[in-house]
């Protein structure tokens, strides 16, 4: 299915979690941080919260800043 | 006698926070958190770069200080209000320095959008800490609906311009209870202990450390301004006079 995924245009299996997502995306899962479709996923629920059909998501981690 | 920052019901020595952007190496900025001897530090968080992210953990690891995330770039209530409560997913914290802007030439802040995003924040159980405007009624506006502190700029981000309006930060200090952090502006150790001796209760440098020629050593000056300034604050100036006052008595003088 595809979906969007920090801005790009992504196909991913059906049935992939937003922790399945998670740990394609990022060696070190620590401080990071998934909104789907504007809201937050957090940590606790990633594997348990499976991404759909045109979803939108952000996955996010530690920048240096401020 | 003790003379600690109590912030968000947290106790500080250190009255310096660091800002993390713009140092030219994460070895860099290592050395700059140590040399300030800060005890707080921002960070942010932006769109996974796999290459990138790493280093940055390893750093903020062994450098053991709090990390307060910050709402950069958001220029909405809505927005920042989101961002917020991812950083509070990715760093465990409800901490966050809350900045809301509303054009990205200047990076001043939206006092409307921010005073918005604070309520909602302080009302979900944030720890809030308002970038704002070096404006005495937005302040109080601020520290009216929960925040734990008011951080007002002396000049915009970046700019290294100083405090451009002392008269309003002294006004600020009086104008709330909750401590006052100057953030934004400063450029070099001067700036930094002026803001101390105007009754702020800590400030938060980026770039006058990040992008001096030496952060390292900047970041030792900042330290030193920082204590300086708070030193002469409790100490208390001597009233500025028109005319001199001799030090050395007239009394006894002889005849020459």
């Not at chain 2, 053991?64 to 220029?75: E, S």
Request: overall charge negative; charged content about 25%; some cysteine.
């Amino acid at each position: 299915m595809k979906i969007t995924v920090n801005g790009s245009a992504t196909e991913v299996a059906a049935g992939t979690s937003v922790g399945d997502l998670v740990r394609q995306r990022v060696d070190d899962r620590r401080r990071v941080a998934v909104a789907r479709n504007g809201e937050v996923v957090p940590r606790a629920e990633w594997d348990s919260t499976p991404l759909e059909e045109a979803d939108t998501v952000e996955v996010l981690a530690p920048v240096a800043g401020g | 006698m003790d003379d600690s920052l109590v912030l968000g019901g947290e106790t500080f020595t250190s009255r310096l926070l660091l800002g993390t952007g713009g140092a030219p190496s994460l070895e860099a900025l290592e050395r700059a958190i140590v040399a300030s001897g800060t005890q707080v530090v921002t960070v942010a968080l932006r769109r996974v770069e796999a290459s990138t992210t790493g280093a940055l953990q390893s750093v903020l690891d062994r450098c053991q200080v709090k990390l307060l995330p910050n709402t950069a770039g958001c220029m909405t209530a809505r927005e920042a209000v989101t961002t917020a409560k991812l950083a509070r997913d990715a760093f465990e914290t409800d901490w966050v320095k809350l900045e809301v802007i509303g054009d990205d030439r200047t990076l001043l802040p939206d006092p409307v959008e921010l005073v918005e995003a604070a309520e909602r924040l302080v009302t979900d159980g944030f720890t809030v800490l308002p970038y704002t405007n070096d404006d005495p009624i937005t302040a109080r506006r601020l520290a009216d609906v929960g925040c734990a502190a008011v951080m007002p700029l002396g000049s915009p981000i970046g700019s290294g311009l100083g405090i451009r309006n002392p008269h309003n930060i002294a006004l600020i200090r009086e104008a709330v209870t909750v401590p006052v952090i100057l953030d934004a502006g400063i450029g070099t150790a001067s700036d930094a202990a002026l803001a101390m001796e105007l009754g702020c209760d800590a400030v938060l440098i980026a770039s006058a450390v990040t992008r001096a020629r030496d952060p390292e050593l900047m970041a030792t000056a900042m330290r030193d301004a920082v204590a300086a300034g708070r030193a002469a604050y409790r100490a208390g100036r001597i009233p500025r006079r028109w005319h001199a006052e001799a030090s050395t008595q007239f009394e006894g003088m002889p005849s020459l």
